[in-house]
């Protein structure tokens, strides 16, 4: 029996419509370039999905300069500040004083939604609950990516595939094995995150370093607190009532001036393993990877989205002078020119990691270095300047991208 198959063409195929595909489909569109998101899951799904808080200075304005910033701009929070916490007591490093910039609060989902909206008012260039998808000849001329959508077969022929479909999708797993080199450390711990309706209890995020583990007070809105915990990666939630939840919080974010949260209905809760993760190269032949399918960095220097953003902005640079002017030498300079600054936010997510976390082998050697580390960044303008440089965001042009 004939299997029907249903075929188009476009120039640029991208696999996952999270941060990184969907800005990228954005980004192309404003070049005159069209390009088609095929998405595993529902648009929904995507649109209530809770991730990232924290955009850098720099992701911002990307997103005002390419028309995503309206609803950004009247519901975000700018932050110019944050806390470091130890010992009991709150150290506020001056973000804006240190480097003239500061961050923006606004969640993953926020973004995802206004980049959905303004994709889908173009056409259908977003395919949502795409089933069995797979990127085929991608070390040829003539790339494609096939999925099942309503029991019929899609085809899509591309100039490019562009891999951003998050650390689990297909894309880098197509690869020949042989042709990547995997750097990774996995953490022997995780975050277990709460959303919570009751308002912050701080207007800037506070990071603790405690005897008990790491915390972070971070919030979505005037009236919704986001919080984490540090916690065994495989945390049974059901060990995780909310009653506990709230007082070990308590516990670790508690201070000597008597700081205290406000416990109130907890809406959501999730454990997140953590690893710091780079694959290189991040091109194999026609198929470029971007966001989380090429790299992973622990959240706890609110990084991961960030450099989703700063991936999908070099790539469309370098599609865009492809196709002006059949330069191949962009497309080979996508990768090198994104790892330099994947590996300085690596450095950078791993050093907070390590300072304000417990590890269970830590001796007390360990601990003191660490409580050092802490005091050193709370009473030094050059030491509070490096997390804040890092924390706002390092450029995204390095000026020897594409
Ligand atoms: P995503 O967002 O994972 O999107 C990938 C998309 O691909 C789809 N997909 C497939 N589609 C088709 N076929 C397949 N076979 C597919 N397999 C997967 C998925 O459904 C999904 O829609 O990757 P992207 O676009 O690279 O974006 C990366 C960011 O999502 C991620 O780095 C951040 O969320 C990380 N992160 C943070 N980043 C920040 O910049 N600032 C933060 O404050 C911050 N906090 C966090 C975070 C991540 C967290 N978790 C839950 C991992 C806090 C947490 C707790
Ligand atoms: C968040 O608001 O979800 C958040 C903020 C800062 C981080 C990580 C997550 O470092």
Not at 248 to 266: H, N, Q, W
Request: glycine share 10%.
């Amino acid at each position: 029996m004939a299997v029907q198959v249903h075929r188009e063409r476009v120039q640029v195929g991208i696999v996952g419509a999270g941060p990184a595909g969907l800005l990228l489909s954005h980004l192309l569109a404003q070049a005159g370039i069209e390009s088609i998101v095929v998405e595993a899951r529902s648009r929904i799904h995507l649109e209530e999905r809770i991730r990232a808080g924290v955009l850098e200075h720099e992701t911002a304005a990307v997103l005002r300069e390419t028309g995503l910033g309206d609803r950004m701009d009247r519901e975000g929070l700018v932050h110019d500040g944050l806390f470091l916490q130890f010992l009991g007591a709150a150290h506020r490093i001056d973000l804006k004083a240190l480097t003239g910039k500061g961050v923006m609060v606004y969640g993953q989902h926020e973004v995802v939604k206004d980049l959905i909206a303004a994709r889908l008012n173009e056409g259908e260039v977003i395919r949502f609950e795409c089933e069995n998808v797979s990127v085929r000849g991608i070390d040829t001329q003539a790339p494609s990516i096939h999925y099942e959508h309503g029991g019929v077969n899609h085809e899509i022929a591309c100039d490019f595939i562009a891999g951003c479909d998050g650390f689990h999708g297909i894309c880098r797993t197509s690869i020949p094995p042989e042709a990547l080199t995997l750097y990774e450390r996995v953490y022997p711990f995780g975050w277990l995150g709460v959303l919570a309706r009751t308002p912050p209890a701080s207007h800037e995020l506070i990071y603790a370093g405690h005897d008990n583990g790491f915390a972070l007070l971070s919030m979505r809105s005037p009236e919704i607190s986001r919080l984490y915990l540090q916690c065994p990666p495989d945390a049974d939630l059901a060990l995780w009532p909310d009653e506990r939840i709230w007082e070990e919080l308590d516990a670790r974010l508690s201070r000597s001036d008597g700081f205290r949260l406000t416990p109130g209905p907890i809406l959501q809760k999730s454990v997140t393993a953590m690893r710091s993760f780079v694959c290189e190269p991040m091109r194999f032949g026609r198929l470029l990877l971007a966001g989380d399918a090429a790299h992973i960095v622990p959240p706890t220097g609110a990084k991961g989205m960030n450099l989703a953003v700063g991936d999908v902005r070099v790539m469309a640079r370098a599609l865009e002078r492809y196709y002006a002017r059949h330069d191949g030498d962009a497309i080979a300079a996508y990768g090198p020119a994104c790892l330099r600054r994947i590996w300085r936010v690596q450095r950078f997510s791993w050093w907070m990691t390590q300072m304000l976390h417990r590890f269970d082998d830590d001796s007390p050697f360990d601990r003191r270095r660490q409580l050092a580390d802490l005091d050193y960044v709370a009473h030094s303008r050059a030491a509070a300047t490096t997390l804040a440089e890092n924390y706002v965001g390092l450029p995204m042009d390095w000026g020897d991208g594409p």
